[in-house]
């Protein structure tokens, strides 16, 4: 086996690193993001999805204030559909 040969399979493994480390990262920022938006009254599933796909997002959510009065809810489709007049 060549130099080449070995440094390509170097990369790859070590590009298969990085996406598997990226992933656990952002499950764990995703499920940490729900225990803080938990905690802080905010959206858990806005805040667990936007985490998951912008791991630092955690950061923000971090230092930000805990919300006063009810968690805000996403609104049900049926809901949506009722207040559109469409159906």
Do not use: C, H
């Amino acid at each position: 086996m060549t130099d080449a040969e070995r440094d390509g399979d170097g990369r790859k493994v070590l590009a298969m690193q990085w996406i598997a480390y990226w992933g656990l990262t952002a499950i764990a920022a995703s499920l940490l993001a729900v225990v803080i938006a938990g905690a802080k009254n905010r959206d858990i599933s806005y805040w667990a999805g936007w985490s998951f796909l912008v791991p630092p997002l955690v950061l923000l959510l971090l230092v930000m204030p805990k919300r006063q009065g009810p968690r805000p809810r996403q609104p049900r489709l049926d809901e949506i559909d009722r207040d559109s007049g469409m159906y």
